[in-house]
């Protein structure tokens, strides 16, 4: 039923729908927009992972302390 229902003419309209909606002098500036959010969400993803989710306690036997170890 669903066979082949996004065609390259859909695709047409679409992008035809949009600068009529938008105009064309606004569509440069909402994708630049839309970049810039992508990167920030990205970059601050990248942090949350990097700081880790909550601190894993250490498994019994395993010698860590949960401590940072100094030098």
Known sequence: MLRNALEPWHLLLVAIAFIVLFGSKRLPDTARS?????RILKSETRAMREDGGPAKAPSPGSGETGRPESR
């Open 34 to 38: 839309l970049g810039k959010s992508l």
